[in-house]
Protein backbone atom coordinates (compact mmCIF):
# COMPACT_ATOMS: atom_id res chain seq x y z
CA UNK A 1 0.00 0.00 0.00
CA UNK A 2 1.47 3.51 -0.39
CA UNK A 3 2.75 5.48 2.28
CA UNK A 4 2.64 8.70 3.19
CA UNK A 5 4.74 10.82 5.76
CA UNK A 6 2.28 10.59 8.32
CA UNK A 7 2.21 6.79 7.83
CA UNK A 8 6.05 7.03 7.69
CA UNK A 9 5.67 8.40 11.17
CA UNK A 10 3.45 5.72 12.70
CA UNK A 11 5.61 2.84 11.01
CA UNK A 12 9.33 5.04 12.09
CA UNK A 13 7.83 4.93 16.13
CA UNK A 14 6.78 1.34 15.73
CA UNK A 15 9.89 0.10 14.47
CA UNK A 16 11.59 2.34 17.16
CA UNK A 17 9.53 -0.09 19.50
CA UNK A 18 10.38 -3.38 17.79
CA UNK A 19 13.65 -2.66 17.88
CA UNK A 20 14.01 -2.88 21.44
CA UNK A 21 12.54 -6.04 21.40
CA UNK A 22 15.32 -9.31 21.73
CA UNK A 23 15.50 -11.37 18.41
CA UNK A 24 12.40 -9.19 17.26
CA UNK A 25 11.69 -9.37 13.07
CA UNK A 26 9.71 -6.65 11.31
CA UNK A 27 6.41 -7.79 10.19
CA UNK A 28 4.56 -7.15 7.07
CA UNK A 29 0.90 -7.35 8.80
CA UNK A 30 1.84 -5.09 12.31
CA UNK A 31 3.11 -2.80 9.80
CA UNK A 32 0.21 -2.65 7.64
CA UNK A 33 -2.00 -2.85 10.84
CA UNK A 34 -0.42 0.10 12.43
CA UNK A 35 -0.89 2.00 9.48
CA UNK A 36 -4.70 1.50 8.59
CA UNK A 37 -5.49 2.19 12.59
CA UNK A 38 -3.23 5.69 12.32
CA UNK A 39 -5.55 6.58 9.32
CA UNK A 40 -8.39 5.64 10.91
CA UNK A 41 -7.91 7.90 13.47
CA UNK A 42 -6.66 10.64 11.56
CA UNK A 43 -10.07 10.29 9.05
CA UNK A 44 -12.26 9.95 12.19
CA UNK A 45 -13.88 6.29 10.67
CA UNK A 46 -14.38 3.16 12.56
CA UNK A 47 -11.89 0.85 11.72
CA UNK A 48 -12.56 -3.24 11.50
CA UNK A 49 -8.95 -5.32 11.15
CA UNK A 50 -8.77 -9.18 11.34
CA UNK A 51 -5.23 -9.56 12.61
CA UNK A 52 -4.05 -12.91 11.83
CA UNK A 53 -2.35 -15.16 14.93
CA UNK A 54 1.23 -13.83 15.05
CA UNK A 55 0.32 -10.45 13.43
CA UNK A 56 1.52 -8.67 16.85
CA UNK A 57 -1.87 -6.51 16.94
CA UNK A 58 -1.17 -5.28 20.20
CA UNK A 59 1.40 -2.64 19.11
CA UNK A 60 -0.26 -2.57 16.06
CA UNK A 61 -3.05 -0.64 17.55
CA UNK A 62 -1.05 1.05 20.54
CA UNK A 63 1.60 2.48 18.51
CA UNK A 64 -0.61 4.69 16.54
CA UNK A 65 -3.40 5.01 19.31
CA UNK A 66 -0.42 6.91 21.26
CA UNK A 67 1.31 9.12 18.72
CA UNK A 68 -2.28 10.31 17.49
CA UNK A 69 -2.39 12.03 21.25
CA UNK A 70 -5.92 11.10 21.89
CA UNK A 71 -7.41 9.99 24.82
CA UNK A 72 -8.15 6.23 24.63
CA UNK A 73 -9.50 3.15 26.00
CA UNK A 74 -8.52 0.09 25.22
CA UNK A 75 -10.98 -3.00 26.06
CA UNK A 76 -10.18 -6.52 26.60
CA UNK A 77 -12.04 -9.69 27.25
CA UNK A 78 -9.66 -11.73 28.99
CA UNK A 79 -7.62 -10.47 32.33
CA UNK A 80 -4.55 -12.38 30.51
CA UNK A 81 -4.69 -9.37 28.31
CA UNK A 82 -5.22 -6.64 30.41
CA UNK A 83 -2.03 -8.11 32.09
CA UNK A 84 -0.10 -8.22 28.66
CA UNK A 85 -1.24 -4.67 28.14
CA UNK A 86 0.00 -3.15 31.17
CA UNK A 87 2.78 -5.35 32.54
CA UNK A 88 4.68 -5.73 29.40
CA UNK A 89 3.42 -3.37 26.05
CA UNK A 90 3.10 -0.32 27.34
CA UNK A 91 5.74 -0.07 29.73
CA UNK A 92 7.73 -0.75 26.24
CA UNK A 93 5.97 1.21 24.73
CA UNK A 94 6.39 4.29 26.89
CA UNK A 95 10.51 3.30 26.99
CA UNK A 96 10.75 3.62 23.97
CA UNK A 97 9.10 6.49 22.65
CA UNK A 98 8.65 8.97 25.84
CA UNK A 99 11.57 11.16 24.67
CA UNK A 100 9.49 11.42 21.04
CA UNK A 101 6.15 12.62 23.18
CA UNK A 102 4.77 15.84 24.45
CA UNK A 103 4.67 13.84 27.94
CA UNK A 104 5.73 11.28 29.43
CA UNK A 105 2.79 7.70 28.47
CA UNK A 106 0.36 7.16 31.08
CA UNK A 107 -2.17 4.21 31.65
CA UNK A 108 -3.96 2.63 33.99
CA UNK A 109 -5.94 -0.51 34.41
CA UNK A 110 -9.61 0.26 35.56
CA UNK A 111 -11.75 -2.98 36.75
CA UNK A 112 -14.99 -3.33 38.42
CA UNK A 113 -15.10 -3.04 41.64
CA UNK A 114 -15.26 -5.49 43.14
CA UNK A 115 -11.47 -6.06 42.05
CA UNK A 116 -10.89 -3.88 44.76
CA UNK A 117 -9.91 -4.04 48.50
CA UNK A 118 -12.87 -2.26 50.39
CA UNK A 119 -10.99 -0.55 52.80
CA UNK A 120 -14.63 0.41 54.39
CA UNK A 121 -14.98 -3.59 55.16
CA UNK A 122 -11.41 -3.95 56.32
CA UNK A 123 -12.18 -1.23 59.31
CA UNK A 124 -15.32 -2.76 60.42
CA UNK A 125 -13.26 -6.52 60.81
CA UNK A 126 -11.17 -4.67 62.78
CA UNK A 127 -14.08 -4.06 65.41
CA UNK A 128 -13.94 -7.97 67.45
CA UNK A 129 -17.45 -7.98 67.68
CA UNK A 130 -18.68 -6.94 64.34
CA UNK A 131 -15.97 -9.65 63.42
CA UNK A 132 -17.17 -12.49 65.25
CA UNK A 133 -20.21 -11.70 64.26
CA UNK A 134 -19.87 -11.59 60.45
CA UNK A 135 -17.14 -14.78 60.15
CA UNK A 136 -19.10 -16.75 62.31
CA UNK A 137 -20.84 -18.96 59.63
CA UNK A 138 -16.91 -18.46 57.29
CA UNK A 139 -14.96 -21.24 56.82
CA UNK A 140 -11.96 -22.02 58.73
CA UNK A 141 -10.30 -22.00 55.75
CA UNK A 142 -11.81 -18.81 55.13
CA UNK A 143 -11.43 -17.01 57.74
CA UNK A 144 -7.42 -17.85 57.69
CA UNK A 145 -7.40 -15.88 54.08
CA UNK A 146 -9.43 -12.71 55.07
CA UNK A 147 -6.73 -12.47 58.20
CA UNK A 148 -4.11 -12.44 55.03
CA UNK A 149 -5.97 -10.53 53.16
CA UNK A 150 -6.55 -7.87 56.06
CA UNK A 151 -2.71 -7.90 56.39
CA UNK A 152 -1.88 -7.33 52.16
CA UNK A 153 -4.30 -4.45 52.78
CA UNK A 154 -1.47 -2.28 54.69
CA UNK A 155 0.96 -3.06 52.43
CA UNK A 156 0.22 -3.09 48.50
CA UNK A 157 -0.53 0.57 46.72
CA UNK A 158 -3.69 -1.05 44.58
CA UNK A 159 -5.74 -3.35 46.61
CA UNK A 160 -6.03 -4.95 43.13
CA UNK A 161 -7.41 -8.89 43.33
CA UNK A 162 -5.17 -9.57 40.25
CA UNK A 163 -2.05 -8.90 41.87
CA UNK A 164 -2.02 -11.46 44.22
CA UNK A 165 0.15 -14.27 43.90
CA UNK A 166 -2.19 -16.37 45.40
CA UNK A 167 -6.23 -16.92 44.57
CA UNK A 168 -8.46 -16.40 47.43
CA UNK A 169 -11.54 -18.11 48.12
CA UNK A 170 -14.74 -16.35 46.56
CA UNK A 171 -16.30 -16.28 50.25
CA UNK A 172 -12.82 -14.92 51.79
CA UNK A 173 -12.88 -11.96 48.88
CA UNK A 174 -16.52 -11.36 49.00
CA UNK A 175 -15.62 -10.20 53.33
CA UNK A 176 -12.93 -7.56 52.06
CA UNK A 177 -14.34 -5.96 49.04
CA UNK A 178 -18.03 -4.60 47.75
CA UNK A 179 -19.83 -4.93 44.55
CA UNK A 180 -21.19 -1.82 42.60
CA UNK A 181 -24.74 -2.74 43.67
CA UNK A 182 -24.08 -2.08 47.50
CA UNK A 183 -21.32 0.51 47.59
CA UNK A 184 -22.95 3.83 48.77
CA UNK A 185 -20.13 6.05 47.12
CA UNK A 186 -16.72 7.63 47.64
CA UNK A 187 -18.71 10.70 49.22
CA UNK A 188 -20.86 8.69 52.04
CA UNK A 189 -18.07 6.79 52.94
CA UNK A 190 -15.55 7.77 55.98
CA UNK A 191 -12.75 5.52 53.64
CA UNK A 192 -13.73 7.60 50.05
CA UNK A 193 -10.49 9.55 50.34
CA UNK A 194 -8.33 6.28 50.35
CA UNK A 195 -10.37 4.08 48.41
CA UNK A 196 -8.44 1.88 45.76
CA UNK A 197 -11.37 1.69 43.54
CA UNK A 198 -12.02 5.13 43.75
CA UNK A 199 -8.25 6.34 43.60
CA UNK A 200 -8.18 4.06 39.79
CA UNK A 201 -10.95 5.85 38.75
CA UNK A 202 -9.07 9.35 39.71
CA UNK A 203 -6.39 8.04 37.67
CA UNK A 204 -8.10 6.99 34.52
CA UNK A 205 -10.17 10.22 34.13
CA UNK A 206 -6.38 11.59 33.68
CA UNK A 207 -4.87 8.72 31.83
CA UNK A 208 -3.52 8.80 28.09
CA UNK A 209 -4.66 4.92 28.01
CA UNK A 210 -7.11 3.82 30.35
CA UNK A 211 -7.38 -0.50 30.12
CA UNK A 212 -10.61 -2.40 31.28
CA UNK A 213 -12.64 -5.45 30.41
CA UNK A 214 -15.44 -5.85 28.22
CA UNK A 215 -17.95 -6.27 30.82
CA UNK A 216 -17.23 -2.39 32.36
CA UNK A 217 -16.94 -0.94 29.47
CA UNK A 218 -20.53 -2.10 28.56
CA UNK A 219 -21.39 -1.12 31.89
CA UNK A 220 -20.39 2.56 31.24
CA UNK A 221 -22.39 2.90 28.23
CA UNK A 222 -25.04 1.95 30.29
CA UNK A 223 -23.91 4.63 33.10
CA UNK A 224 -23.95 7.08 30.19
CA UNK A 225 -20.17 7.08 30.60
CA UNK A 226 -19.92 8.07 34.18
CA UNK A 227 -17.52 5.32 34.79
CA UNK A 228 -14.71 5.48 32.87
CA UNK A 229 -15.07 9.07 31.78
CA UNK A 230 -14.57 10.91 28.82
CA UNK A 231 -12.13 9.41 25.57
CA UNK A 232 -11.92 9.99 22.06
CA UNK A 233 -11.07 6.43 20.88
CA UNK A 234 -12.02 3.42 21.97
CA UNK A 235 -10.20 0.30 21.01
CA UNK A 236 -12.31 -3.59 20.88
CA UNK A 237 -9.74 -6.31 21.30
CA UNK A 238 -11.19 -9.72 20.53
CA UNK A 239 -14.32 -7.76 18.90
CA UNK A 240 -15.85 -10.72 18.12
CA UNK A 241 -17.21 -10.77 21.44
CA UNK A 242 -18.93 -7.24 21.92
CA UNK A 243 -22.67 -8.64 20.76
CA UNK A 244 -22.78 -10.83 23.68
CA UNK A 245 -20.88 -9.06 26.26
CA UNK A 246 -22.88 -6.38 25.58
CA UNK A 247 -26.03 -7.78 25.61
CA UNK A 248 -25.03 -9.74 28.85
CA UNK A 249 -24.25 -6.40 30.71
CA UNK A 250 -27.55 -4.44 29.49
CA UNK A 251 -30.00 -6.90 30.93
CA UNK A 252 -31.27 -7.76 34.81
CA UNK A 253 -31.17 -10.80 36.84
CA UNK A 254 -33.50 -11.56 39.75
CA UNK A 255 -32.54 -14.72 41.41
CA UNK A 256 -33.72 -16.27 45.50
CA UNK A 257 -29.60 -16.07 45.63
CA UNK A 258 -29.79 -12.57 44.88
CA UNK A 259 -32.92 -12.14 47.76
CA UNK A 260 -30.94 -14.08 49.77
CA UNK A 261 -27.74 -11.45 49.53
CA UNK A 262 -30.01 -8.49 50.08
CA UNK A 263 -31.37 -10.49 53.20
CA UNK A 264 -28.03 -10.65 54.41
CA UNK A 265 -27.26 -7.35 53.85
CA UNK A 266 -30.01 -5.66 55.77
CA UNK A 267 -29.84 -8.81 58.62
CA UNK A 268 -26.63 -7.15 59.25
CA UNK A 269 -28.24 -3.92 60.68
CA UNK A 270 -31.66 -5.23 61.72
CA UNK A 271 -31.47 -8.44 63.06
CA UNK A 272 -35.90 -9.01 62.66
CA UNK A 273 -36.71 -12.54 62.20
CA UNK A 274 -39.88 -11.44 60.45
CA UNK A 275 -38.23 -9.32 57.40
CA UNK A 276 -35.80 -12.30 57.43
CA UNK A 277 -38.31 -15.01 57.01
CA UNK A 278 -40.26 -12.83 54.53
CA UNK A 279 -36.86 -13.05 52.07
CA UNK A 280 -36.82 -16.47 52.82
CA UNK A 281 -40.52 -17.13 51.83
CA UNK A 282 -40.03 -14.54 48.59
CA UNK A 283 -36.45 -16.37 47.51
CA UNK A 284 -38.28 -20.08 48.13
CA UNK A 285 -41.56 -19.04 45.91
CA UNK A 286 -39.08 -17.69 42.87
CA UNK A 287 -36.93 -20.76 43.07
CA UNK A 288 -39.98 -23.22 42.84
CA UNK A 289 -41.40 -20.96 40.27
CA UNK A 290 -37.98 -20.55 38.24
CA UNK A 291 -36.65 -23.96 38.56
CA UNK A 292 -39.24 -26.06 36.25
CA UNK A 293 -38.36 -23.63 33.73
CA UNK A 294 -34.81 -23.57 33.06
CA UNK A 295 -33.59 -22.87 29.39
CA UNK A 296 -36.92 -21.88 28.61
CA UNK A 297 -37.88 -18.47 27.42
CA UNK A 298 -40.51 -16.55 29.02
CA UNK A 299 -43.20 -14.56 27.72
CA UNK A 300 -43.49 -10.35 28.50
CA UNK A 301 -44.88 -8.52 29.73
CA UNK A 302 -44.36 -11.16 32.93
CA UNK A 303 -48.23 -11.75 34.02
CA UNK A 304 -49.64 -14.71 36.40
CA UNK A 305 -47.59 -16.39 39.42
CA UNK A 306 -44.65 -14.87 38.28
CA UNK A 307 -46.02 -11.36 38.00
CA UNK A 308 -47.34 -12.08 41.65
CA UNK A 309 -44.67 -13.28 42.79
CA UNK A 310 -42.04 -10.50 42.37
CA UNK A 311 -44.83 -7.70 42.73
CA UNK A 312 -44.72 -9.09 46.81
CA UNK A 313 -41.02 -9.32 46.81
CA UNK A 314 -41.01 -5.72 45.96
CA UNK A 315 -43.18 -5.12 48.46
CA UNK A 316 -40.70 -6.96 51.10
CA UNK A 317 -37.91 -5.37 49.85
CA UNK A 318 -39.72 -1.45 50.25
CA UNK A 319 -40.62 -2.76 53.65
CA UNK A 320 -36.92 -3.47 54.56
CA UNK A 321 -35.97 -0.27 53.17
CA UNK A 322 -38.72 1.62 54.91
CA UNK A 323 -37.53 0.07 58.53
CA UNK A 324 -33.98 1.03 57.58
CA UNK A 325 -34.57 4.75 56.83
CA UNK A 326 -35.66 4.92 60.78
CA UNK A 327 -32.80 3.46 61.92
CA UNK A 328 -30.24 6.40 63.36
CA UNK A 329 -27.18 5.75 64.36
CA UNK A 330 -23.39 7.27 65.04
CA UNK A 331 -21.52 4.59 64.64
CA UNK A 332 -19.87 4.88 61.27
CA UNK A 333 -19.35 0.84 60.68
CA UNK A 334 -23.09 0.48 61.46
CA UNK A 335 -23.66 2.89 59.43
CA UNK A 336 -21.83 1.60 56.41
CA UNK A 337 -23.74 -1.49 56.75
CA UNK A 338 -27.26 0.63 56.77
CA UNK A 339 -26.47 2.37 53.29
CA UNK A 340 -24.54 -0.80 51.82
CA UNK A 341 -28.26 -2.21 52.60
CA UNK A 342 -29.97 0.56 51.09
CA UNK A 343 -28.24 0.30 48.26
CA UNK A 344 -28.87 -2.99 47.18
CA UNK A 345 -32.42 -2.94 48.16
CA UNK A 346 -32.83 0.18 45.90
CA UNK A 347 -31.15 -1.68 43.46
CA UNK A 348 -33.62 -4.46 43.27
CA UNK A 349 -36.30 -2.25 43.24
CA UNK A 350 -35.01 -0.87 40.26
CA UNK A 351 -34.47 -3.93 38.46
CA UNK A 352 -38.05 -5.15 39.91
CA UNK A 353 -39.55 -2.71 38.15
CA UNK A 354 -37.92 -3.19 34.91
CA UNK A 355 -39.16 -6.59 34.99
CA UNK A 356 -42.43 -5.84 35.55
CA UNK A 357 -42.79 -3.29 32.73
CA UNK A 358 -43.49 -4.07 28.69
CA UNK A 359 -40.04 -4.16 27.78
CA UNK A 360 -39.94 -4.10 23.65
CA UNK A 361 -36.78 -5.94 22.34
CA UNK A 362 -36.07 -8.08 25.62
CA UNK A 363 -35.95 -11.46 25.80
CA UNK A 364 -36.79 -13.18 29.59
CA UNK A 365 -35.79 -16.46 30.57
CA UNK A 366 -34.82 -19.29 33.33
CA UNK A 367 -31.27 -19.67 33.20
CA UNK A 368 -28.65 -21.45 35.61
CA UNK A 369 -29.73 -25.22 37.57
CA UNK A 370 -32.63 -25.90 40.33
CA UNK A 371 -30.65 -24.55 43.08
CA UNK A 372 -29.21 -21.63 41.61
CA UNK A 373 -31.63 -20.42 39.30
CA UNK A 374 -32.26 -17.35 37.74
CA UNK A 375 -34.84 -14.61 35.83
CA UNK A 376 -32.75 -12.81 32.91
CA UNK A 377 -33.74 -10.27 30.43
CA UNK A 378 -31.78 -9.27 27.77
CA UNK A 379 -32.00 -6.86 24.46
CA UNK A 380 -32.09 -8.75 21.54
CA UNK A 381 -30.22 -5.90 19.67
CA UNK A 382 -27.40 -4.08 20.94
CA UNK A 383 -26.48 -1.96 18.50
CA UNK A 384 -28.76 0.85 18.97
CA UNK A 385 -26.94 1.13 22.30
CA UNK A 386 -24.05 1.12 20.80
CA UNK A 387 -25.05 3.62 18.16
CA UNK A 388 -25.47 6.08 20.68
CA UNK A 389 -23.08 5.67 23.29
CA UNK A 390 -19.94 4.54 20.63
CA UNK A 391 -20.17 4.93 16.85
CA UNK A 392 -21.83 8.09 17.08
CA UNK A 393 -19.24 9.74 20.18
CA UNK A 394 -15.90 8.51 18.98
CA UNK A 395 -13.69 6.57 16.27
CA UNK A 396 -13.45 2.88 17.38
CA UNK A 397 -10.94 -0.15 16.45
CA UNK A 398 -12.12 -2.93 16.22
CA UNK A 399 -9.99 -6.30 15.91
CA UNK A 400 -9.49 -9.70 16.50
CA UNK A 401 -7.64 -13.04 14.80
CA UNK A 402 -10.78 -14.00 13.43
CA UNK A 403 -14.07 -11.20 12.69
CA UNK A 404 -17.36 -12.66 11.79
CA UNK A 405 -18.45 -11.64 8.32
CA UNK A 406 -21.97 -10.61 9.76
CA UNK A 407 -20.51 -8.50 12.65
CA UNK A 408 -21.17 -4.94 11.50
CA UNK A 409 -24.71 -5.94 11.36
CA UNK A 410 -24.93 -7.42 14.65
CA UNK A 411 -23.70 -4.59 16.51
CA UNK A 412 -25.58 -1.65 14.73
CA UNK A 413 -22.05 -0.44 13.02
CA UNK A 414 -23.62 2.29 10.23
CA UNK A 415 -22.34 1.15 6.96
CA UNK A 416 -20.78 4.28 5.91
CA UNK A 417 -19.10 5.10 8.32
CA UNK A 418 -16.43 2.16 8.86
CA UNK A 419 -13.82 0.30 6.88
CA UNK A 420 -13.04 -3.62 6.79
CA UNK A 421 -9.36 -4.98 6.30
CA UNK A 422 -7.87 -8.55 6.89
CA UNK A 423 -3.81 -8.51 7.69
CA UNK A 424 -2.73 -11.91 7.31
CA UNK A 425 -0.68 -13.88 9.86
CA UNK A 426 2.92 -13.90 9.02
CA UNK A 427 3.23 -17.57 9.90
CA UNK A 428 3.38 -20.43 7.01
CA UNK A 429 0.06 -22.36 7.86
CA UNK A 430 0.04 -24.01 4.37
CA UNK A 431 3.83 -25.63 5.10
CA UNK A 432 3.86 -25.87 8.55
CA UNK A 433 0.26 -26.86 9.48
CA UNK A 434 -2.66 -29.88 8.77
CA UNK A 435 -6.14 -29.19 9.15
CA UNK A 436 -7.36 -33.02 9.76
CA UNK A 437 -11.00 -34.09 9.79
CA UNK A 438 -11.82 -37.49 10.87
CA UNK A 439 -14.88 -37.95 8.88
CA UNK A 440 -15.24 -41.66 9.39
CA UNK A 441 -16.27 -40.62 12.91
CA UNK A 442 -19.89 -40.68 13.66
CA UNK A 443 -21.85 -37.99 12.93
CA UNK A 444 -22.80 -36.93 16.82
CA UNK A 445 -26.55 -37.37 15.75
CA UNK A 446 -25.93 -40.88 15.94
CA UNK A 447 -26.35 -40.72 19.43
CA UNK A 448 -22.67 -42.16 21.78
CA UNK A 449 -19.46 -42.31 19.91
CA UNK A 450 -17.25 -41.78 22.77
CA UNK A 451 -15.80 -44.93 22.50
CA UNK A 452 -14.74 -43.97 18.54
CA UNK A 453 -13.88 -40.67 19.65
CA UNK A 454 -11.59 -41.61 22.35
CA UNK A 455 -9.59 -44.49 20.38
CA UNK A 456 -8.80 -41.87 17.32
CA UNK A 457 -7.83 -39.34 20.13
CA UNK A 458 -5.29 -42.18 21.13
CA UNK A 459 -3.99 -42.73 18.14
CA UNK A 460 -3.17 -39.17 17.36
CA UNK A 461 -1.72 -38.43 20.93
CA UNK A 462 0.90 -41.39 20.57
CA UNK A 463 1.16 -39.93 17.14
CA UNK A 464 2.48 -36.87 18.36
CA UNK A 465 4.08 -38.03 21.25
CA UNK A 466 2.16 -36.22 23.40
CA UNK A 467 2.23 -32.58 23.27
CA UNK A 468 -1.92 -32.48 22.72
CA UNK A 469 -4.20 -29.77 23.53
CA UNK A 470 -7.52 -31.32 23.07
CA UNK A 471 -10.66 -28.86 23.11
CA UNK A 472 -14.24 -30.09 24.43
CA UNK A 473 -17.52 -28.84 23.80
CA UNK A 474 -18.91 -29.86 27.38
CA UNK A 475 -17.31 -30.82 30.36
CA UNK A 476 -19.23 -34.34 30.29
CA UNK A 477 -17.45 -35.52 27.22
CA UNK A 478 -14.07 -34.09 28.42
CA UNK A 479 -14.33 -36.22 31.49
CA UNK A 480 -15.41 -38.93 29.51
CA UNK A 481 -12.65 -38.76 27.59
CA UNK A 482 -9.95 -37.93 30.40
CA UNK A 483 -11.21 -41.69 32.58
CA UNK A 484 -11.03 -43.48 29.78
CA UNK A 485 -7.72 -42.30 28.27
CA UNK A 486 -5.54 -41.21 30.96
CA UNK A 487 -5.03 -44.84 32.83
CA UNK A 488 -4.77 -46.08 28.44
CA UNK A 489 -2.10 -43.70 27.28
CA UNK A 490 1.82 -43.71 28.88
CA UNK A 491 1.34 -39.51 28.43
CA UNK A 492 0.41 -37.15 31.58
CA UNK A 493 -2.92 -35.90 30.94
CA UNK A 494 -3.75 -32.86 32.62
CA UNK A 495 -7.55 -31.56 32.85
CA UNK A 496 -8.98 -28.41 33.31
CA UNK A 497 -10.14 -27.36 37.24
CA UNK A 498 -7.67 -29.54 38.64
CA UNK A 499 -5.49 -25.99 38.66
CA UNK A 500 -6.11 -22.74 38.33
CA UNK A 501 -5.78 -22.01 34.41
CA UNK A 502 -2.50 -20.03 34.21
CA UNK A 503 -1.13 -22.73 36.39
CA UNK A 504 -2.31 -25.47 34.21
CA UNK A 505 -0.90 -24.19 31.22
CA UNK A 506 2.63 -23.17 33.08
CA UNK A 507 2.98 -26.95 33.81
CA UNK A 508 1.54 -28.47 30.35
CA UNK A 509 4.25 -25.85 28.78
CA UNK A 510 7.09 -27.00 30.84
CA UNK A 511 6.72 -30.98 29.72
CA UNK A 512 7.06 -32.34 25.98
CA UNK A 513 4.78 -35.24 26.47
CA UNK A 514 2.03 -33.52 28.81
CA UNK A 515 -1.36 -32.97 27.58
CA UNK A 516 -3.89 -31.07 28.73
CA UNK A 517 -7.75 -31.31 28.24
CA UNK A 518 -10.14 -28.34 28.51
CA UNK A 519 -12.98 -26.80 27.68
CA UNK A 520 -14.56 -24.08 25.26
CA UNK A 521 -13.17 -21.39 28.09
CA UNK A 522 -9.16 -22.66 26.39
CA UNK A 523 -10.05 -21.84 23.01
CA UNK A 524 -8.46 -18.44 23.15
CA UNK A 525 -6.08 -16.79 25.60
CA UNK A 526 -3.73 -19.85 25.24
CA UNK A 527 -0.18 -19.17 24.34
CA UNK A 528 2.09 -22.51 24.13
CA UNK A 529 4.48 -21.97 21.36
CA UNK A 530 7.42 -24.72 20.63
CA UNK A 531 8.00 -27.81 21.21
CA UNK A 532 5.38 -28.69 24.01
CA UNK A 533 2.20 -28.38 22.00
CA UNK A 534 1.56 -29.77 18.28
CA UNK A 535 -2.22 -31.26 18.16
CA UNK A 536 -5.05 -29.38 19.11
CA UNK A 537 -7.89 -31.54 19.11
CA UNK A 538 -11.42 -30.29 18.84
CA UNK A 539 -14.04 -33.30 19.93
CA UNK A 540 -16.96 -31.69 17.78
CA UNK A 541 -18.07 -28.04 15.71
CA UNK A 542 -18.57 -25.84 18.65
CA UNK A 543 -22.12 -25.12 17.91
CA UNK A 544 -24.27 -22.76 20.00
CA UNK A 545 -26.44 -24.82 22.95
CA UNK A 546 -29.79 -25.34 20.65
CA UNK A 547 -31.99 -24.64 23.56
CA UNK A 548 -30.00 -21.82 24.46
CA UNK A 549 -33.30 -19.53 25.23
CA UNK A 550 -31.57 -16.02 24.16
CA UNK A 551 -29.88 -17.61 20.97
CA UNK A 552 -32.97 -19.15 19.92
CA UNK A 553 -35.11 -15.64 20.09
CA UNK A 554 -32.35 -14.58 17.74
CA UNK A 555 -32.63 -17.17 15.76
CA UNK A 556 -36.47 -16.13 14.90
CA UNK A 557 -35.61 -12.17 14.54
CA UNK A 558 -33.73 -14.06 11.17
CA UNK A 559 -36.51 -16.76 10.31
CA UNK A 560 -35.17 -19.41 7.63
CA UNK A 561 -32.06 -17.46 7.45
CA UNK A 562 -31.25 -17.75 11.05
CA UNK A 563 -28.66 -20.61 10.75
CA UNK A 564 -26.65 -19.01 8.44
CA UNK A 565 -26.81 -15.54 9.86
CA UNK A 566 -26.73 -16.89 13.45
CA UNK A 567 -25.19 -20.35 13.98
CA UNK A 568 -22.42 -20.62 11.43
CA UNK A 569 -20.80 -17.98 11.96
CA UNK A 570 -20.56 -18.74 15.97
CA UNK A 571 -19.20 -21.85 14.72
CA UNK A 572 -16.20 -20.50 11.91
CA UNK A 573 -15.30 -17.54 14.60
CA UNK A 574 -14.95 -20.52 17.63
CA UNK A 575 -13.30 -22.88 15.50
CA UNK A 576 -10.67 -20.65 13.98
CA UNK A 577 -9.92 -19.10 17.54
CA UNK A 578 -9.35 -22.76 18.51
CA UNK A 579 -7.11 -23.35 15.45
CA UNK A 580 -5.58 -20.69 16.28
CA UNK A 581 -3.89 -21.95 19.25
CA UNK A 582 -1.56 -24.70 17.29
CA UNK A 583 1.12 -22.37 15.11
CA UNK A 584 2.43 -19.30 17.89
CA UNK A 585 6.04 -18.83 16.04
CA UNK A 586 7.12 -19.23 12.94
CA UNK A 587 8.77 -22.47 13.15
CA UNK A 588 6.00 -24.37 15.64
CA UNK A 589 4.56 -27.20 13.48
CA UNK A 590 1.23 -29.51 13.78
CA UNK A 591 -2.09 -30.92 13.43
CA UNK A 592 -5.51 -28.96 14.26
CA UNK A 593 -7.85 -32.22 14.26
CA UNK A 594 -11.90 -31.72 14.21
CA UNK A 595 -13.26 -35.07 15.15
CA UNK A 596 -16.66 -33.94 13.44
CA UNK A 597 -17.72 -35.40 9.98
CA UNK A 598 -19.94 -32.69 9.54
CA UNK A 599 -16.99 -30.36 8.56
CA UNK A 600 -16.83 -32.60 5.21
CA UNK A 601 -20.25 -33.86 4.92
CA UNK A 602 -22.39 -30.83 5.57
CA UNK A 603 -22.77 -27.96 2.76
CA UNK A 604 -21.32 -25.60 5.56
CA UNK A 605 -18.47 -26.99 6.10
CA UNK A 606 -16.84 -25.12 3.53
CA UNK A 607 -17.77 -21.78 4.45
CA UNK A 608 -16.46 -22.37 8.35
CA UNK A 609 -12.92 -23.93 6.13
CA UNK A 610 -12.61 -20.44 4.39
CA UNK A 611 -12.94 -18.63 8.12
CA UNK A 612 -9.34 -21.00 9.60
CA UNK A 613 -5.92 -20.39 8.79
CA UNK A 614 -4.83 -21.72 5.39
CA UNK A 615 -3.91 -24.85 6.76
CA UNK A 616 -3.16 -28.41 4.08
CA UNK A 617 -6.70 -30.06 4.53
CA UNK A 618 -7.06 -34.16 4.77
CA UNK A 619 -9.69 -36.52 5.77
CA UNK A 620 -7.04 -39.49 5.79
CA UNK A 621 -5.81 -40.75 9.53
CA UNK A 622 -2.66 -41.90 7.93
CA UNK A 623 -1.61 -39.02 6.17
CA UNK A 624 -2.22 -36.89 10.00
CA UNK A 625 -0.32 -39.12 11.74
CA UNK A 626 2.25 -38.65 9.29
CA UNK A 627 2.43 -35.20 9.53
CA UNK A 628 2.69 -35.25 13.18
CA UNK A 629 5.40 -37.98 13.11
CA UNK A 630 7.27 -35.14 10.94
CA UNK A 631 6.67 -32.31 13.50
CA UNK A 632 8.01 -33.94 16.21
CA UNK A 633 11.21 -34.86 14.01
CA UNK A 634 11.75 -31.39 13.05
CA UNK A 635 11.56 -29.95 16.71
Known sequence: MPINPADQEILDALHQVTHTIKNSEERQGQDEMAVLVGRALRNNRHLIVQAGTGTGKTLGYLVPAVKS????????????????LSQNDLPLLASALNETLDHPLTWTVLKGRSNYLCKQRIAELADRAQSRLELNDVSPKSKAEVKKLVEWSLSTSSGDEGELDWQPLRQAWSMVSVSSEECP????????????AERARARAQTSDIVVVNGWLYALDINAEGTIIGE??????????????????????????????SVASSVRAIIREDVISGNFAKSASRLRDRLAPLINQRVALPLEGESREILNELRGRVNEALESLRTIATSDDSAKQRKLRAQSLCTRLIGD??????????????VSGTPDRCSLEMRPLDVGPALYESVWSQRTAILTSATIPTNLPARIGLPTEKFDVHNVASPFDYERNALLYCAAHLPDPAQGNRDKAVHAEIEQLIIAAGGRTLALFTSYARLNAAYTDLCDRLDFEILKQDDLPKMELLRKFAE???????????????????????????????PFPVPTDPLMSARREVHGKSAFTAIDIPIVATKLAQASGRLIRTQTDMGVVAVL??????????????????????TKNNARAKEFLSYAVSNL
Open 69 to 84: GRRVVVSTVTKALQDQ
Open 185 to 196: GASRCPQGDSCF
Open 231 to 260: HDVVIFDEAHELEDVVSESSGLEISPSRIT
Open 352 to 365: LDLALQDRAGYVAY
Open 511 to 541: SESTCLFATQSFFQGVDVPGSTLSLVIIDRL
Open 596 to 617: DPRLVTKGYGKSIIAMLPPMEF
